[in-house]
């Protein structure tokens, strides 16, 4: 079957009839956007770093589009689907770059992330704009559909270079914050300091923006809503050497100390991949935080990443890192950029996580073949149903090549619509005359993906001692160079 996309950019609307993709047999995918924009600035056809939310039978997905190799994208993208995943509607955010608009007032944007504020009824897609290549501070788009989307606000004052911003909603009638959204960035010019700013009208006014009370600084932080209110955020430090996590109990009027939730130990990927062990976060209907990154503290040499896993009930106390069992670890299979789902309407013993993910089938590749998998626990990650292979592989000289890499994205999107799982992923095909082909693709509507056969387990695993990372921790300028 096609699958019929509409989509807009400034005034004009297009359609884009995409014809689902086969996996290596187990999934169809469906492609939902294409890159429709001709500046010679920036690289076309590309779409990289999504993220997505499914609320109820909606999905909406943001990601960049055109990208720049120096960083930033020519506008950020949207695919909505109304009937979960069944059609998908695509377009841009209006009034952020000048090459959406010759009027809007940046040049480039990146790091889009998107929420849905339950008490407002609206959509709050979060941008980072870009003026040449500096970030500047956050601005955020609001929408009662998904589809239409206002001209964003800015959610604080300038910065001197923003950075890697995520936005999030207390979404739980119960909680005395109902209705408070966070968004989190990074100043990257003021040593990565970290900067937290709510809202409690839906999206139209911000601020002050405040700090951790011991002006703690990071990067790549993901904010979640525990039900009683209480915010966590799981943010990479300066160093990119540890995950820390820090609270607020009071609607973002203040926020506490920083503390270790683990270190990260992870292991740089080959073929020039652009990859960060930034952390994927998501809470369950009972309050319980998990949260994922890439890390190699279970190889030996710390030759391959696996995906690893920690869960807190109250953001200050962690579990130790166990391993999600995609691969035995004498594979020489390399994972990498995981995005985690956990389905709101479950908890505890019996909640349902979801993880996509990349991997190269031998992490010694000469030539190396990107590929994209799924795998999904229904206890909490006690135990983990066969991984699905959603891709075929290609080539990741295929993908749009930034100063730091080949890019898929820093980070990827996973959510639940329903009892199903969606990741939303950058496949590229081979270039042709000059043009990429990189674009956004998600499994088609239907089941679940749950794998019949053994349930797969790392129980009583141990890391290798003395494990570390297979690399020097990069310099402040190298890190705000390969986030944007």
């Not at 990208?67 to 950020?76: K, L, T, Y």
């Not at 890697?164 to 990565?192: M, Q, R």
């Not at 990071?218 to 995950?243: F, H, L, R």
């Given at each position: 079957?096609?699958?019929?996309?509409?989509?807009?950019?400034?005034?004009?609307?297009?359609?884009?009839?995409?014809?689902?993709?086969?996996s290596d047999?187990?999934?169809?995918?469906?492609?939902?956007?294409?890159?429709?924009?001709?500046?010679?600035?920036?690289?076309h056809?590309?779409?990289?770093?999504?993220?997505?939310?499914?609320?109820?039978?909606t999905?909406v997905?943001?990601?960049?589009?055109?990208?720049?190799?120096?960083?930033?994208?020519?506008?950020?993208?949207?695919?909505?689907s109304?009937?979960?995943?069944?059609?998908w509607?695509?377009g841009?955010?209006?009034?952020?770059?000048?090459?959406?608009?010759?009027g809007?007032?940046?040049?480039?944007?990146?790091?889009?992330?998107?929420?849905?504020?339950?008490?407002?009824?609206l959509?709050?897609?979060?941008?980072?704009?870009?003026?040449?290549?500096?970030?500047?501070?956050?601005?955020?788009?609001?929408?009662?559909?998904?589809?239409n989307?206002?001209?964003?606000?800015?959610?604080?004052?300038?910065?001197?270079?923003?950075?890697?911003?995520?936005?999030?909603?207390?979404?739980?009638?119960?909680?005395?914050h109902?209705?408070?959204?966070?968004?989190?960035?990074d100043?990257?010019?003021n040593g990565?300091?970290?900067?937290?700013?709510?809202?409690?009208?839906?999206?139209?006014?911000?601020?002050?923006?405040?700090?951790?009370?011991?002006?703690?600084?990071?990067?790549?932080?993901?904010?979640?809503?525990?039900?009683?209110?209480?915010v966590?955020?799981a943010?990479?430090?300066?160093?990119?050497?540890?995950?820390?996590?820090?609270?607020?109990?009071?609607?973002?009027?203040?926020?506490?100390r920083?503390v270790?939730a683990?270190?990260?130990?992870?292991?740089?990927?080959?073929?020039?991949l652009?990859?960060?062990?930034?952390?994927?976060?998501?809470?369950?209907?009972?309050?319980?935080?998990?949260?994922?990154?890439?890390?190699?503290?279970f190889?030996?040499?710390?030759?391959?990443?696996?995906?690893?896993?920690?869960?807190?009930?109250?953001?200050?106390?962690?579990?130790?890192?166990?391993?999600?069992?995609?691969?035995?670890?004498?594979?020489?299979?390399?994972?990498?950029?995981?995005?985690?789902?956990?389905?709101?309407?479950?908890?505890?013993?019996?909640?349902?996580?979801?993880?996509?993910?990349?991997?190269?089938?031998?992490?010694?590749c000469?030539?190396?073949?990107?590929?994209?998998?799924?795998?999904?626990?229904?206890?909490?990650?006690?135990t983990?149903?066969?991984?699905?292979?959603?891709?075929?592989?290609?080539?990741?000289?295929?993908?749009?090549?930034?100063?730091q890499?080949?890019?898929?994205?820093?980070?990827?999107?996973?959510?639940?619509?329903?009892?199903?799982?969606?990741?939303?992923?950058?496949?590229?095909?081979?270039?042709?005359?000059?043009?990429?082909?990189?674009?956004?693709?998600?499994?088609s509507?239907?089941?679940?993906?749950?794998?019949?056969?053994?349930?797969?387990?790392?129980?009583?695993?141990?890391?290798?001692?003395?494990?570390?990372?297979?690399?020097?921790?990069?310099?402040?300028?190298?890190?705000?160079?390969?986030?944007?």
């Amino acid at each position: 079957m096609r699958a019929t996309l509409s989509f807009a950019v400034g005034a004009a609307f297009f359609v884009l009839t995409s014809m689902p993709l086969a996996s290596d047999g187990t999934v169809t995918l469906v492609q939902t956007s294409t890159d429709p924009f001709t500046n010679n600035s920036s690289m076309h056809k590309t779409e990289v770093e999504p993220d997505i939310l499914g609320v109820g039978s909606t999905l909406v997905s943001v990601f960049q589009v055109g990208r720049f190799n120096d960083g930033g994208a020519s506008d950020i993208g949207f695919a909505t689907s109304a009937d979960a995943g069944a059609h998908w509607t695509m377009g841009f955010l209006p009034g952020i770059t000048k090459i959406e608009h010759s009027g809007n007032p940046w040049d480039r944007a990146s790091d889009p992330t998107v929420a849905f504020d339950a008490k407002h009824g609206l959509w709050l897609a979060a941008t980072l704009p870009l003026l040449g290549t500096t970030g500047q501070t956050p601005v955020v788009s609001r929408s009662a559909d998904g589809i239409n989307w206002s001209n964003p606000v800015q959610v604080g004052p300038a910065s001197v270079f923003g950075d890697k911003d995520w936005i999030t909603c207390d979404d739980f009638p119960s909680s005395p914050h109902f209705g408070n959204c966070y968004v989190e960035y990074d100043d990257a010019g003021n040593g990565l300091l970290i900067n937290m700013v709510t809202t409690s009208d839906g999206g139209m006014t911000w601020g002050p923006v405040r700090n951790t009370s011991d002006f703690a600084s990071g990067i790549g932080g993901q904010p979640v809503v525990q039900p009683n209110g209480t915010v966590v955020v799981a943010v990479d430090d300066s160093g990119e050497a540890n995950i820390l996590s820090f609270t607020s109990t009071n609607g973002g009027a203040s926020w506490g100390r920083s503390v270790l939730a683990s270190s990260i130990i992870d292991h740089f990927a080959n073929g020039n991949l652009r990859t960060e062990a930034f952390s994927s976060a998501g809470v369950d209907h009972a309050g319980n935080i998990f949260l994922i990154w890439q890390d190699c503290r279970f190889r030996n040499n710390c030759a391959e990443n696996d995906i690893v896993m920690i869960v807190s009930s109250d953001g200050t106390h962690w579990s130790a890192p166990a391993r999600v069992p995609i691969d035995a670890t004498t594979s020489i299979v390399d994972h990498f950029i995981p995005g985690l789902a956990v389905n709101p309407s479950t908890a505890g013993a019996h909640a349902h996580l979801g993880i996509t993910y990349y991997y190269y089938t031998n992490t010694n590749c000469s030539t190396c073949t990107l590929r994209v998998g799924f795998i999904q626990s229904t206890n909490g990650g006690a135990t983990w149903r066969t991984p699905v292979k959603l891709t075929g592989p290609f080539n990741v000289t295929w993908c749009a090549l930034t100063n730091q890499g080949y890019m898929v994205g820093d980070y990827q999107g996973t959510s639940y619509s329903g009892s199903t799982a969606f990741g939303m992923f950058a496949i590229a095909a081979m270039p042709s005359g000059g043009t990429f082909n990189e674009a956004m693709f998600t499994r088609s509507g239907g089941p679940s993906l749950m794998q019949p056969g053994f349930e797969l387990s790392s129980y009583g695993e141990r890391p290798v001692p003395h494990a570390h990372s297979d690399h020097p921790r990069r310099t402040l300028q190298q890190i705000v160079e390969s986030s944007i």
